[in-house]
């Protein structure tokens, strides 16, 4: 039983990690880009540069979060089974919490590949139509801060599920 414990443990020692990871990364893009909102919907080019290249690069991170979420969120009950051979019953307000976490872990999914791979590369293909010292065409410049008021819509609402699955989480262990 205590190897059982020890590898419960680290288990979840590694999906608790990964859930600050996926609440912060919402939290922290979000202040950048209410930061960025201040100067309006005009192009700066350097500014915008540096904005895009931090919420494009923090996406194979947040992709590593919800991998290892995935991968210790299936192996905690795997190690109760291996050690006891059934798997572990759950308390029914236990039962709910773990639907609606797995409700808001799959809402997540669906928005990072909404901005992953629909948003982020047509918003790096439209920047990179853009020179610092020009005038960007205003076709462009609208459809470029169009896609960036989706995205941060997204964002916002992939914030409320992270939150939901760290409140959920906190019910699993209920009546056990």
Same mark, same amino acid.
């Given at each position: ?91 029914? @307000? ?18 990072? @590949? ?50 939901? @699955? ?11």
């Amino acid at each position: 039983m205590l190897t059982e414990q020890i590898i419960y443990s680290i288990l979840l020692a590694f999906h608790n990690m990964a859930l600050v990871g996926c609440a912060a990364a919402p939290f922290y893009n979000r202040n950048l880009v209410n930061t960025r909102a201040q100067y309006g919907q005009k192009l700066h080019y350097e500014l915008d540069k540096v904005v895009e290249d931090t919420l494009q690069g923090n996406a194979p991170y947040c992709m590593a979060f919800v991998a290892v979420l995935l991968v210790t969120g299936i192996s905690i009950p795997l190690n109760y089974y291996l050690f006891h051979g059934v798997l572990k019953q759950l308390h029914p @307000v236990a039962m709910i919490a773990l639907a609606l976490k797995l409700a808001s872990f799959l809402g997540m999914l669906i928005i990072m @590949v909404k901005i992953f791979w629909g948003i982020n590369p047509r918003l790096k293909e439209i920047f990179a139509k853009f020179e610092p010292s020009k005038t960007p065409a205003p076709e462009l410049e609208k459809e470029f801060f169009q896609k960036r008021s989706r995205r941060k819509a997204l964002c916002e609402t992939c914030l409320k599920f992270a939150v939901a @699955v760290l409140v959920f989480s906190a019910f699993l262990g209920f009546g056990g």
